[in-house]
Structures are given as C-alpha cells and as structure tokens.
C-alpha cells in the first residue's frame, strides 16, 4: 500500500513555525489558515490507539495503519528472558486475564494471555461489550510489532522498565536485528534512558522529559526563553496536565494545584523553536478543540489514543482552519 503521508522526520520547520505564530497569535481577527499556509499536526497512535484497540497489541497497530495515522507510539518491557514486549502498566491484572509483572513471565508467556481482556466497548443499549474475551489477543514482542509495521512509518519507543541498561541493551539489539534505527524515536519519563542509549550512537531521542518540564515552566512563570532546546531536539509534554505549584518556607511550604494546565502556548512553541529543526509533539491531544488548538499554537505532531477519530479531524484541517 502506497502512504501519502509524510514522515515525522519531514515535519514542519522552523519558518513554517513563524508562520503559524503570526497568523495565530498577531492578529485581532481570526483569519484562514490554509495548507498552503503550513502543515497541520500529524497524528501519533498512542499506544498503537488504546482508544480503537487492547493497546500495545498487534491489532490495534494494524488499525492505527488502517485509520492512517502518520506514526505508531508503543510501550515496552522487558519479560523474564529479557525479550523486549509491548505492555504499560506495572501489573497484568490492569489489562489482562494475568496476575504478575511483565518481568515474571517469558515472551512465550506473555504471548498466551490476552492483552484485550479489560478492553470494552459499549452496544446500542450503552451496556458495556468486552469483545476480545471470546478473540484473545497476545502481548507482543518488539520485533513482532516493527514487523508488522511498514518501513516508511515512524515508531516511537516509550521505555517504561527500570533499571534502564537491561532494557536499553535489550531494545537495541532489536533494532540492529530490524535494521530499525532510522524510523525509530525514543522516550521515556525517567531521565537514565538517555544515558543508557548514549552506548549507541545511531539512537534518537526525546530530549529529557525534565528538560521540557523546565522550558514550559520557565516561559509560563517567568515569561522568559533563557535555555532553548537544541537544534534538531525532539520534545513531547502533555497538551493539558495537572500542574502543582510548591513554595518554599522557612518552616515549610505551600502548594497550589492547576487542575487543567495548557503549558504548550503559542510564546512557548516560539521559544522552543529558537534552533532550526526543533519537533514538538503534545501528549493527550484527543478533542477536536484540543487538536485545533494544538495547530493553531504550533506543535509538529498530537499523540492520540484514537486515530480513527483523529484522523478524519486532520484530514479536515489540511482543506483550511481558523485560529482566534
């Protein structure tokens, strides 16, 4: 099947980014904003889409193909025989028909429980319908998933295991095995997975997540741009997240809860974009307002728990919008 899309590696850059800052956030009117214009975000399945599909499985990845989004965002392991799998929370019982850890059971193991288990949908009458219990689907392995995956798609690898090496170890002989590398992109919330790929010099990665935390929080508190990413960085943070604001006491301190925080602003994509080619993907785009508010600050790519949903909406989009 022949893609029409185009790469993550071939998103905006950086004066298209001007652009849509201009347009968006200089004017007292709304104006069109066409795909002449620039591009609109591409659409990254979450999870392979947890929303369409039991995530992380191979059936949700071939959905994500089917429903055309631009790039595949998976969750990975280590199993007990240091087999790279996709699975994301701490305990099978969360997802699964199994008890235990992804870290007790071998890939063989793991193939055999159904990751759809807890996946449901709902009927006419609005009943819950689970429908993978009677059609198991297994975990996967990585090397299963990049298989099923066509070479011109990207994949995004969110490491979830500690300690980071094993698994670091463990993924990049995948990818040698795949001849992956070039349309692989790594991430992870805990900062020792880029040093624990540093070993590898073909690896690409996110940039820390802590690095971007501070970026966003600097250009929202202190409306400042001291310390822009470097040229070529990849970053990714939530579109919307619950922010806690901590002050510091002599005899203790204080704390404030944002419920709803939007730190991806029109002046913090600016900020980010300082050195050319600077990709930006927002995490938990799922609304059309989200999206639309997500293209009209400025960001490369949305994450997205549902592609069937999402894509129709960037389709939408690329015929022209109009940002306040």
Known sequence: MTRQTTTLQALLAAAGAALLLNACGGESEARTITQTDLAVPQVIAHRGGTGDAPENTLVAIRAALAHRADAIWLTVQLSSDAVPVLYRPADLSSLTDARGTVASKTAAELARVNAGWQFKTQDASGQAVYPYRSAPVGIPTLAE????????????????????????????????????????LLYSTDASYQQAFSAWPRARQFESRDATRGRLAEVALAHRCEAPPPAQAWTGFEWRRQVDLVEQFTLGEARSTVADAQLWTAPAVQCFRTNPDVRIVAIAVNTEADYRAAACAGVDAVLADSPKQMVPLREALRRGYTCP
Do not use: H
Request: glycine share 2%; proline share 10%; net charge negative.
């Open 145 to 184: 998933a990049l298989d099923a995956i066509p070479a011109d798609v990207p994949v995004i690898l969110d490491m979830k295991a500690l300690p980071a090496q094993p698994q670091a170890a463990a993924v990049a002989r995948v990818l040698d095995q795949a001849g992956a590398w070039e349309r692989v």
